[in-house]
């Protein structure tokens, strides 16, 4: 019995997304229904960009604890959130914390990307990068477009 290899030039090669990566409307399925206001898939890869600067630099702090335990320390910077985090309870208490304090804060469809682009194997749910003059020009970018968004309901 020998295995069948599948032909490179077949049907299914084209359509198969690189490393087995999931779709911006994909991953949109797995949403929490608090997960507003919710991040375009632009301003998500903006996000990644500027989240792997931030590390480079040490400017980042992650996981609901470090992150919670700065904001109470009046720590600024902006708030991205995993859409697809549950239970939900883990970290609902983080968007009034930010909206007490005027952080912007911003759901992205993924805490697997989300860890990935902080440089870790493991999912992250939340994440804080703080402002460096070495990745400001797309701090500020980004910063801008998470203002932009509609606040929630």
């Known amino acids: 019995m020998t295995k069948i290899k599948p032909d490179p030039d077949g049907p299914e090669a084209p359509t198969e997304a690189c490393c087995g990566e999931r779709t911006y409307h994909e991953l949109l399925v797995n949403l929490n229904p608090i997960a507003q206001p919710l991040a375009?898939?632009?301003?998500?890869?903006?996000?990644?960009?500027?989240?792997?600067?931030?590390?480079?630099?040490?400017?980042?702090?992650?996981?609901?604890k470090e992150v919670q335990k700065f904001i109470n320390k009046g720590e600024k910077g902006i708030?991205?959130?995993?859409?697809?985090?549950?239970?939900?309870?883990?970290?609902?208490?983080?968007?009034?914390?930010?909206?007490?304090?005027?952080?912007p804060y911003v759901y992205i469809p993924s805490k697997t990307d989300l860890g990935a682009a902080a440089g870790s194997k493991r999912p992250t749910c939340v994440i804080m990068v703080k402002p460096h003059e070495e990745y400001q020009e797309a701090y500020d970018e980004c910063l801008e477009e998470v203002q932009a968004l509609p606040p929630p309901l």
Do not use: F, W
Request: contains cysteine.
């Open 79 to 103: 708030m991205v959130l995993a859409g697809d985090t549950l239970p939900v309870e883990v970290y609902c208490h983080l968007p009034v914390m930010c909206e007490d304090r005027n952080l």
């Open 40 to 64: 375009s898939r632009r301003l998500t890869r903006k996000l990644y960009k500027c989240i792997k600067k931030a590390v480079k630099q040490k400017q980042i702090r992650r996981g609901v």
